[in-house]
């Protein structure tokens, strides 16, 4: 059965940081890119970051320098640290399996059920 299912997330004070977790279950994890995305009330969903094997990550312009994604091929997982975390941070964050690495959402076929990220004092 194809899965992906998140974990990790939270309510964090500003600048503070959360590892945001993806586990895959039910295909050949090394072929394809898992992406990660995020969405806000009243806003569109928007890539973050993704990682494909063998290939250097990608990430939106909006997080370079804060987050960080990572993958364990053994494990089947993929990491989202997320540092320096601001309120317009807050947001559902998502993981979502595509072929390659791609900001736009209808690229990815399988996604997770979300896990919610606050940012607030």
């Known amino acids: 059965q194809l899965q992906l299912v998140e974990s990790g997330g939270g309510l964090v004070q500003p600048g503070g940081s959360l590892r945001l977790s993806c586990a895959a279950s039910?295909?050949?994890?090394?072929?394809?890119?898992i992406g990660w995305f995020r969405q806000a009330p009243g806003k569109e969903r928007e890539g973050v970051a993704c990682?494909?094997?063998?290939?250097?990550?990608g990430y939106a312009d909006f997080v370079k320098g804060r987050f960080a994604v990572s993958r364990d091929n053994r494990k089947n997982m993929v990491y989202l640290q997320m540092n320096s975390l601001q309120p317009e941070d807050t947001a559902i964050y998502y993981c979502?399996?595509?072929?390659?690495?791609?900001?736009?959402?209808?690229?990815?076929?399988?996604w997770g059920q979300g896990t919610q990220v606050t940012v607030s004092s």
């Open positions: 039910g295909f050949t994890f090394d072929d394809y890119t």
């Open positions: 990682s494909l094997s063998g290939a250097s990550p």
């Open positions: 979502a399996r595509a072929r390659y690495c791609s900001g736009d959402y209808s690229e990815y076929d399988v």
